[in-house]
């Protein structure tokens, strides 16, 4: 029965970071136009997300040794119900991100290596390269589809012109954006 609810209470934790969607067909989404890919490479603080309670978030983008791969390292601080129960929670958790058309380089799948439910498309569908960045994820999980938003940034806190830019665009594609949430980083290391 412990086994049982450590199970679910992982699933859960798993599932947090995404909203949940009836259907098996994940809305469109316009990948970022003539994206150059190393230019988006480096430290990229987290600063908002679709229904998170993680802080102090940021991802490292890199090049892969594959061709057409990207290396995603996450880092975060989380305090989990799962620790209660003594359930290491992975604060670092690492992706690989594959290109599949070398001329949308804004639009590949990534594979997560704590995700039970497979690869998901994963879309960068704006940035400035040098402020912020907003991506896109959906994958299908049986009867659902499971989407999350992120936006990123070269500091700690968003400027709010992108962010509006970020909602104007999700305004536009029909995504709502009601559980994107803001993720401190003021407690961080």
């Not at 049982?4 to 990948?31: A, D, M, N, Q």
């Not at 992975?90 to 001329?103: C, G, K, Q, R, W």
């Not at 907003?134 to 994958?139: H, K, Q, R």
Request: hydrophobic share 35%; aromatic share 10%.
């Amino acid at each position: 029965m412990v086994t049982t609810g450590l199970l679910l209470f992982g699933l859960f934790g798993v599932i947090l970071s995404h909203t949940t969607h009836p259907g098996r067909t994940c809305p469109e989404v316009t990948p970022f136009p003539n994206l150059t890919l190393d230019k988006v490479l480096g430290s990229w603080y987290v600063t908002h997300q679709f229904d998170t309670d993680n802080t102090c978030v940021r991802w490292t983008l890199s090049q892969s040794e594959q061709p057409d791969h990207l290396n995603l390292l996450e880092n975060r601080k989380k305090t989990s119900l799962l620790n209660i129960f003594g359930y290491n929670h992975p604060n670092t958790v690492s992706a690989d991100i594959e290109i599949l058309n070398s001329t949308v380089p804004a639009k590949g799948r990534i594979d997560w290596s704590n995700s039970p439910s497979g690869k998901a498309d994963f879309i960068i569908f704006d940035t400035d390269y040098e402020s912020y960045m907003a991506v896109f994820e959906c994958n299908i999980a049986g009867f659902v589809h499971r989407r999350s938003v992120i936006i990123l940034a070269k500091a700690p806190i968003l400027d709010d012109i992108y962010l509006k830019r970020v909602q104007r665009l999700l305004t536009n594609m029909e995504i709502p954006y009601d559980e994107l949430d803001t993720i401190s980083h003021s407690a961080c290391n």
